[in-house]
T-cell receptor, first 110, second 111 residues
Framework: QKEVEQDPGPLSVPEGAIVSLNCTYSNSAFQYFMWYRQYSRKGPELLMYTYSSGNKEDGRFTAQVDKSSKYISLFIRDSQPSDSATYLCAMTLNDYKLSFGAGTTVTVRA | SQTIHQWPATLVQPVGSPLSLECTVE??????LYWYRQAAGRGLQLLFY??????ISSEVPQNLSASRPQDRQFILSSKKLLLSDSGFYLCAWGSEGYGYTFGSGTRLTVV
């Protein structure tokens, strides 16, 4: 069993739709949770960083963490074509080594 | 502000040739530094990480090596490349409470 499982996708949604991305994990000791966005042929960029259960909002992005279920989600509201990218979840015990999901490719159709 | 530089952006090398990829960080001191590899359509695989000068931890046994000769410099090397070394190599630095910042990556093709 992989340490971090991410819904593989790909996802294709119309502009303005809500995008929902999910990851589950097996190690209950993970404390820090992140979402990265990666455009084609570029390095990943950090979107959201959280360390507690609950929701965190940043503009159109909401990160949700449920430690009891070992489940994290990222929601993108009012999606735009510029949101088309691969989204990676990541988590860590102590901020030294991240464990990544395999990524979900999202296409937002204009 | 902190920035991370990684070069070259693209590299085509023959099997058996040596490799040297360099990464430098600006605007921070004593960062945790990382080398990752991303195969096509797959997630990120941690290769090496370093918490200080000369301190290297290897995550995956292979023909690659890493060195940290200076506080903000991280180098990935190989004496003899294999076809299986092809991939997208990413350098990153980490800061507690802020996640990782990645470089722009090096796309390596071994032919």
């Amino acid at each position: 069993q992989k340490e971090v499982e991410q819904d593989p996708g790909p996802l294709s949604v119309p502009e303005g739709a809500i995008v929902s991305l999910n990851c589950t994990y097996s190690n209950s000791a993970f404390q820090y949770f992140m979402w990265y966005r990666q455009y084609s042929r570029k390095g990943p960029e950090l979107l959201m960083y959280t360390y507690s259960s609950g929701n965190k909002e940043d503009g159109r992005f909401t990160a949700q963490v449920d430690k009891s279920s070992k489940y994290i989600s990222l929601f993108i509201r009012d999606s735009q074509p510029s949101d088309s990218a691969t989204y990676l979840c990541a988590m860590t015990l102590n901020d030294y080594k991240l464990s990544f999901g395999a990524g979900t490719t999202v296409t937002v159709r204009a | 502000s902190q920035t991370i530089h990684q070069w070259p952006a693209t590299l085509v090398q023959p099997v058996g040739s040596p490799l040297s990829l360099e990464c430098t960080v600006e605007g921070t001191s004593n960062p945790n530094l990382y080398w990752y590899r991303q195969a096509a359509g797959r997630g990120l695989q941690l290769l090496f990480y370093s918490v200080g000068i000369g301190q290297i931890s290897s995550e995956v046994p292979q023909n690659l090596s890493a060195s940290r000769p200076q506080d903000r410099q991280f180098i990935l090397s190989s004496k003899k490349l294999l076809l299986s070394d092809s991939g997208f190599y990413l350098c990153a630095w980490g800061s507690e409470g802020y996640g990782y910042t990645f470089g722009s990556g090096t796309r390596l093709t071994v032919v």
